[in-house]
Every structure is written in structure tokens, then in C-alpha cells.
């Protein structure tokens, strides 16, 4: 469907594309896809966007995009359905002229675009001509941006709690001030009660599950599933607080990050250390010949799961040692990687070793 739309797009610019019309010629272009846009940047501005004033001096870019923010603050005036630029506007603001304002020539407006106002006289309903339209109100200050724009009103009053559905005498008093429909203000009362309602319900939820989080302690953590599927990073700063205090693992103060790093190393070697007293008790019940082994790891479900948790807890090895597999699959391989019966640990604190360290380790 998209790629459709982009094809149209493209026939219709080659089409229509300095064909003659009044007064000279078409000019048509398609704007660039996303994927190749030369603006790469947006992925940047929504993270320096969402990000905290404090902590925005870490988000790549943001010094780039603070000027322009600083810039628009300065010269635009924005409103509810417009943003108007004014040049020199900065010097009202911060008492000087900036350095884009004082090297621009161009053609310079000295004041705002008046923003419509309500003729009262009669026939009414109508907005005063552009000439006649006052820059300030009767007390002399300045105009405020959206003063008569009903929707932008309605919703500053909504939010003040100085009009509610309901409330037939405002909502009459709305409508003969900014001539709007009633069935309109209600309309939208309507919508903004409901945007109230969802909002009280997520702050509902989210304290509930705050209360949740709080009442849980350690035990009520599956911590090795949470381990194994890669959910540990989901799990909140306190809860992580919940393993380490349980095991007392360290009293100084980590980040997020080195906590995380701290539970896994914790939360593999304890699952390397159960399995190889799985294995000891094994090996003392029924003591059996390498070639038996190789029979009943296939045919015992409990042994082949164990020994995919080997692989699970040796994963990261045997990706930055090839030849590891090799080590598992050929008997004969050099065996001085893993010297029998002696267990290691690699630099995430993991145990490492080959399967058959854990059969001979007591021998
Ligand atoms: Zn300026």
C-alpha cells in the first residue's frame, strides 16, 4: 500500500512537473522517503524531546537542537492554530538583539499580525476588519495569544474547573460570549471529561501497581526465568534492590547497569553450581562409561534439558570460542581448553567448562 502511494506520487510529479499553467509553469517534487530523508536526525529530537531539561545535555545533538528551541522561544508567538515569527522580538525578551536578528537583512516587521477580535455591533457574529483589530485590551496590556478562539478558551476554563458539563449557566454565558453552538461546547466538554476520566484511571492503575510492587519480596521472583528470558532489565531499581540485599551481595551504591551485570553473574553461577551438584549426586547413584552417557543423554528427557542449560549458561563462551562446539561434538579435540575437573570463570563472572568437567570434577 505504501509503496503504491509513493509510485502515484512519483507518476504524478513526472506527469505535471513544468507543464505550463497561468502565469508560468508547474514545479512539483516528492518529498524524500523516510529512509533517505537528509533530515537523519529525527530519531535524536524525539529522545531531546521526551527527555528531561536535567538530563538533556546527554542526548546526542542537544546542543544543536537547545538553539533552535532557545530561538523559537525568543521570536515566535504560537497559539492554539498558528506560530508567528517576529524579528527582533528577542530584543523585548532579553533586552538585546540576537546574533541571527542583528546579521539579517531583510525586510522587518515591527509588530504581531493582531490576532481576530469580535465585532459586538450590529448584525453581529462577525470578527472586526484587520485594521480595526486591537493589538491590546482595554486595560492596555498586550493581547494574550488565543483570547477569542473558543476551542482554546473552553479548554483553559475546562482545566481551571471554571466550567463543566453540566453547568447549563456557564455553558450559556460561553456560548453568548464566543458565539458558539451549546451543542458544541458540550460536544467538547464531553471530550476533555473523558480525557480526565482515562487519565484518573492510568494514575489509578499505576499506584495500585506501585503498592503491588512494594508488598513483593524476594521469593516472589521467578529470578532464574527472569534471568533466562532476558527480563531482568525490565524489573524497577527496588526490585533489583530485593536480590541483592537478600544474598547481601554489596552495600555500595551501583547504577542500574552494574546491578543488572551483578544479578546475572549471581544468578548464572548459581545455576552453574546447581547443576554440577545435580551432576556429583548423579555420578555417585550410577557411575557409567562414556558411551552410555552418549545412549542415555538421548534417551532421558531430564538429562538432555540439563544439558541445554549448560549450553544456555555457556552461551556467551562458545561465541567467542568456536571452536567450543567442536569440544562437545569431538571427543578427541584439544582438551587443554578444559582442563578435566577444573571449572573457570570467564570474564561475566560465569562458570565455563566442558560438559565433562561436571562428571569427572570429583574424581
Ligand atoms: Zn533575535
Same mark, same amino acid.
Given at each position: 500500500?505504501?509503496?503504491?502511494?509513493?509510485?502515484?506520487?512519483?507518476?504524478?510529479?513526472?506527469?505535471?512537473?513544468?507543464?505550463?499553467?497561468?502565469?508560468?509553469?508547474?514545479?512539483?517534487?516528492?518529498?524524500?522517503?523516510?529512509?533517505?530523508?537528509?533530515?537523519?536526525?529525527?530519531?535524536?529530537?524525539?529522545?531531546?524531546?521526551?527527555?528531561?531539561?536535567?538530563?538533556?545535555?546527554?542526548?546526542?545533538?542537544?546542543?544543536?537542537?537547545?538553539?533552535?528551541?532557545?530561538?523559537?522561544?525568543?521570536?515566535?508567538?504560537?497559539?492554539?492554530?498558528?506560530?508567528?515569527?517576529?524579528?527582533?522580538?528577542?530584543?523585548?525578551?532579553?533586552?538585546?538583539?540576537?546574533?541571527?536578528?542583528?546579521?539579517?537583512?531583510?525586510?522587518?516587521?515591527?509588530?504581531?499580525?493582531?490576532?481576530?477580535?469580535?465585532?459586538?455591533?450590529?448584525?453581529?457574529?462577525?470578527?472586526?476588519?484587520?485594521?480595526?483589530?486591537?493589538?491590546?485590551?482595554?486595560?492596555?496590556?498586550?493581547?494574550?495569544?488565543?483570547?477569542?478562539?473558543?476551542?482554546?478558551?473552553?479548554?483553559?476554563?475546562?482545566?481551571?474547573?471554571?466550567?463543566?458539563?453540566?453547568?447549563?449557566?456557564?455553558?450559556?454565558?460561553?456560548?453568548?460570549?464566543?458565539?458558539?453552538?451549546?451543542?458544541?461546547?458540550?460536544?467538547?466538554?464531553?471530550?476533555?471529561?473523558?480525557?480526565?476520566?482515562? #487519565? %484518573?484511571?492510568?494514575?489509578?492503575?499505576?499506584?495500585? +501497581? *506501585? /503498592?503491588? @510492587?512494594?508488598? !513483593?519480596?524476594?521469593?516472589? &521472583?521467578?529470578?532464574? #526465568? %527472569?534471568?533466562?528470558?532476558?527480563?531482568?532489565?525490565? +524489573? *524497577? /531499581?527496588? @526490585?533489583?534492590? !530485593?536480590?541483592?540485599?537478600? &544474598?547481601?551481595?554489596?552495600?555500595?551504591?551501583?547504577?542500574?547497569?552494574?546491578?543488572?551485570?551483578?544479578?546475572?553473574?549471581?544468578?548464572?553461577?548459581?545455576?552453574?553450581?546447581?547443576?554440577?551438584?545435580?551432576?556429583?549426586?548423579?555420578?555417585?547413584?550410577?557411575?557409567?562409561?562414556?558411551?552410555?552417557?552418549?545412549?542415555?543423554?538421548?534417551?532421558?528427557?531430564?538429562?538432555?534439558?540439563?544439558?541445554?542449560?549448560?549450553?544456555?549458561?555457556?552461551?556467551?563462551?562458545?561465541?567467542?570460542?568456536?571452536?567450543?562446539?567442536?569440544?562437545?561434538?569431538?571427543?578427541?579435540?584439544?582438551?587443554?581448553?578444559?582442563?578435566?575437573?577444573?571449572?573457570?570463570?570467564?570474564?561475566?563472572?560465569?562458570?565455563?567448562?566442558?560438559?565433562?568437567?561436571?562428571?569427572?570434577?570429583?574424581?
Amino acid at each position: 500500500m505504501v509503496k503504491n502511494a509513493w509510485r502515484v506520487a512519483e507518476e504524478v510529479h513526472i506527469r505535471i512537473n513544468g507543464e505550463p499553467a497561468p502565469k508560468g509553469f508547474i514545479a512539483s517534487a516528492v518529498s524524500e522517503r523516510p529512509g533517505v530523508e537528509f533530515f537523519y536526525n529525527k530519531e535524536w529530537l524525539t529522545k531531546y524531546n521526551i527527555t528531561s531539561t536535567t538530563k538533556r545535555p546527554e542526548v546526542p545533538g542537544h546542543s544543536y537542537f537547545q538553539k533552535v528551541e532557545k530561538f523559537f522561544e525568543m521570536h515566535y508567538e504560537r497559539g492554539e492554530l498558528y506560530m508567528e515569527f517576529l524579528k527582533k522580538d528577542c530584543l523585548s525578551k532579553v533586552g538585546r538583539s540576537c546574533n541571527a536578528c542583528t546579521e539579517w537583512i531583510g525586510p522587518e516587521s515591527t509588530k504581531r499580525t493582531p490576532r481576530p477580535f469580535p465585532d459586538t455591533s450590529p448584525p453581529s457574529h462577525h470578527y472586526l476588519p484587520l485594521e480595526k483589530t486591537p493589538t491590546i485590551n482595554v486595560d492596555g496590556s498586550t493581547r494574550e495569544p488565543d483570547d477569542f478562539q473558543p476551542r482554546a478558551q473552553l479548554r483553559k476554563r475546562f482545566f481551571n474547573k471554571e466550567i463543566k458539563l453540566g453547568d447549563s449557566e456557564e455553558i450559556e454565558a460561553f456560548s453568548k460570549q464566543y458565539i458558539v453552538g451549546v451543542d458544541l461546547i458540550e460536544e467538547y466538554l464531553q471530550h476533555l471529561t473523558n480525557i480526565e476520566l482515562r #487519565k %484518573l484511571k492510568r494514575k489509578q492503575e499505576k499506584e495500585k +501497581l *506501585k /503498592v503491588n @510492587e512494594a508488598s !513483593k519480596s524476594y521469593s516472589d &521472583y521467578d529470578w532464574e #526465568k %527472569l534471568y533466562k528470558t532476558g527480563r531482568l532489565k525490565n +524489573l *524497577k /531499581v527496588c @526490585e533489583l534492590d !530485593k536480590y541483592v540485599q537478600h &544474598y547481601k551481595l554489596t552495600t555500595r551504591k551501583l547504577t542500574k547497569a552494574e546491578k543488572l551485570q551483578l544479578l546475572s553473574a549471581h544468578i548464572s553461577q548459581r545455576i552453574c553450581q546447581k547443576i554440577i551438584s545435580n551432576a556429583k549426586a548423579t555420578t555417585s547413584q550410577a557411575p557409567f562409561s562414556q558411551s552410555e552417557h552418549d545412549s542415555q543423554s538421548s534417551s532421558s528427557s531430564e538429562e538432555s534439558s540439563s544439558d541445554d542449560e549448560v549450553l544456555n549458561v555457556f552461551g556467551g563462551y562458545s561465541r567467542e570460542h568456536d571452536s567450543f562446539g567442536d569440544a562437545i561434538m569431538d571427543e578427541d579435540s584439544d582438551e587443554d581448553d578444559f582442563p578435566v575437573g577444573e571449572i573457570t570463570v570467564n570474564r561475566y563472572g560465569r562458570k565455563v567448562g566442558s560438559w565433562r568437567s561436571r562428571y569427572t570434577q570429583d574424581e
